[in-house]
């Protein structure tokens, strides 16, 4: 704890101690409201900043109201009896205004709205109160205030300079909050308490969203949880499909029962057979003992079959045939045996081109798609996106050991990329950028540098598809918005000064419509401008 003997420099090195601490506690697992009010806590403790608070607008009644504090009288606060009016008082003047506040004799400031300062226990000493504005991408959040002794050998400015770092580093998180109160509230979907059950029985079983696309198969899935009917999930790869089989088989009576899964794509066809049916000893050349195969696993419970869009033909008929008859023969065996399971398949191919190609049957078709499930592609949820990125940094963060933030804009970068390779891609890209990260924080340019790669490897996808389906070079141009995504995240070059400076020119500095003409969103316009240092 910091005492008045203390020099600056000492207290400087607390300063550094205590911001390796926050960025720790930012990197954990916990709930926002958690982190921020054990900031405040760590601010009293640690360097003597007493009765923190962090107030947050309140439109409705045009006030700051305290969201999270340190300290603070309970009955006080129930009361509202911080909060300050928008145009009122210091604290609405840091609001309204973006700029720092100090007084440095609270307790006899004639002027001071409300008295919201405290007397600090313990000291005859004057009394200072310093407010400093929480800023999201250059706009006010929020308000962080605390309270401190009068001391002449320490200065407010390392005070104010400690606050306005911690006020950067709680910013993302208020961000985020709000990020997902404003998906709730935009989503009529999420108007209801069984919406919010179902978003809320979503993050237990690992799927982070609120979209509404994502809220109906949840739906879907919850009313047919219990039933024996066949779930076919249907999406592109990378969307989650394991996830809301698990889900599926453990919210149903079947979940003390096992759930055993199998990805069909990845087995070679020659082992399928027998990893599906089982084998007995001394049945082929190689079966040295006998195999329990993974339906017969799966008794009581749910077998879920991934990518059944590429099982073999002839294997087909013989799951068509125990789906019919509830029994399996192994290889080998002499006679059947009875199977109780639920099934659950999944596919990202167009299983309807596939029959019309004679690559997969029709019969099997309807005994599997009794109750289908259509998971929508991460583009199609963008609002999940910044939601589904944290919980990825926090994973990483904790298995690679790392305390990382994600500063300003990110989220941006992030919801502007199509991710073709939905879930899975966004969190590799998460991923990378703690890996590669040398500061606290990852910036929207640490993505945008990692996501040029993606869509290089993207585009080379894309233009061998367009090889395949004979589109020529013109045809590909008229594409448009692709061309717009194959060229967001090029590195910003020397080159593009002269196109930046034409298109400002056509629409008279007028940045927004100079950016839709080349394709970039403002915020990449900008960031253009300033490592060229160019002025509009």
Not at 37 to 65: A, C, I, M, Y
Not at 115 to 127: C, M, W
Not at 182 to 208: F, M, Q, T
Not at 427 to 435: G, M, S
Request: a positive charge.
């Amino acid at each position: 704890m910091y005492t008045r003997k203390q020099n600056t420099n000492e207290f400087r090195a607390v300063n550094h101690s205590l911001l390796i601490e926050v960025s720790k506690l930012m990197a954990k697992p916990y709930s926002s409201a958690k982190k921020i009010r054990s900031v405040l806590e760590l601010l009293s403790k640690w360097v003597d900043l007493h009765f923190g608070r962090v107030l947050l607008p309140n439109n409705q009644t045009s006030e700051l109201e305290v969201a999270y504090s340190y300290g603070l009288d309970k009955e006080k606060l129930e009361a509202g009896q911080y909060n300050v009016k928008f145009s009122q008082g210091l604290t609405g003047y840091v609001w309204r205004s973006g700029q720092v506040a100090l007084v440095t004799d609270v307790m006899n400031e004639p002027v001071f709205i409300k008295k919201i300062a405290e007397p600090i226990q313990g000291t005859r000493h004057l009394v200072g109160f310093m407010s400093v504005p929480i800023i999201v991408d250059g706009k006010p959040v929020g308000v962080l205030s605390a309270q401190r002794r009068a001391n002449p050998r320490r200065r407010y400015s390392d005070d104010i300079d400690l606050l306005r770092i911690i006020a950067a580093m709680i910013g993302p998180v208020i961000q985020r909050m709000q990020l997902r109160a404003k998906s709730i509230s935009y989503n009529p979907a999420l108007l209801d308490r069984e919406s919010v059950r179902w978003v809320e029985l979503c993050e237990a079983h690992g799927i982070i969203g609120s979209s509404k696309e994502l809220l109906y198969a949840v739906k879907t899935i919850e009313n047919v949880k219990d039933s024996q009917a066949p779930i076919l999930l249907l999406g592109e790869s990378g969307t989650g499909k394991e996830l809301f089989a698990s889900m599926t088989h453990k919210e149903s009576k079947r979940r003390r029962n096992p759930f055993v899964s199998i990805n069909c794509a990845a087995i070679p066809e020659s082992l399928l057979e027998s990893e599906l049916f089982g084998h007995e000893k001394g049945s082929f050349t190689g079966a040295h003992r006998k195999h329990i195969g993974k339906i017969e696993q799966a008794e009581g419970g749910t077998l879920f079959l991934d990518e059944i869009g590429d099982m073999p033909l002839d294997l087909q008929a013989k799951l068509l045939r125990v789906l019919q008859d509830k029994v399996i023969q192994p290889i080998g065996a002499d006679k059947p045996k009875p199977v109780d399971f639920r099934i659950i398949t999944a596919t990202h191919v167009d299983l309807g081109k596939a029959i019309q190609e004679g690559k997969f049957r029709l019969d099997l078709f309807y005994r599997l798609n009794v109750i289908p499930i259509a998971l929508p592609a991460l583009r199609e949820r963008k609002p999940d996106i910044p939601r589904l990125a944290e919980h990825f940094l926090s994973h990483f963060c904790q298995t690679y050991e790392r305390t990382l933030s994600f500063s300003q804009g990110v989220y941006e970068v992030l919801s502007e990329f199509r991710w073709p390779g939905n879930i899975r891609q966004l969190q590799n890209v998460i991923e990378r950028a703690i890996l590669q990260a040398e500061e606290y924080y990852i910036t929207p340019e640490d993505i945008e540098r990692i996501l040029s790669t993606e869509i290089v490897t993207n585009g080379r996808q894309k233009q061998t598809l367009g090889e395949e389906q004979g589109i020529g070079m013109n045809q590909e141009k008229n594409l448009g918005a692709e061309n717009i995504q194959n060229r967001r995240y090029n590195w910003v070059d020397a080159s593009e000064t002269e196109a930046i400076m034409s298109a400002l020119a056509q629409s008279r500095g007028n940045q927004t419509k100079a950016a839709k003409h080349l394709g970039y969103t403002l915020r990449q316009l900008r960031y253009r401008l300033k490592k060229l240092g160019l002025k509009s």
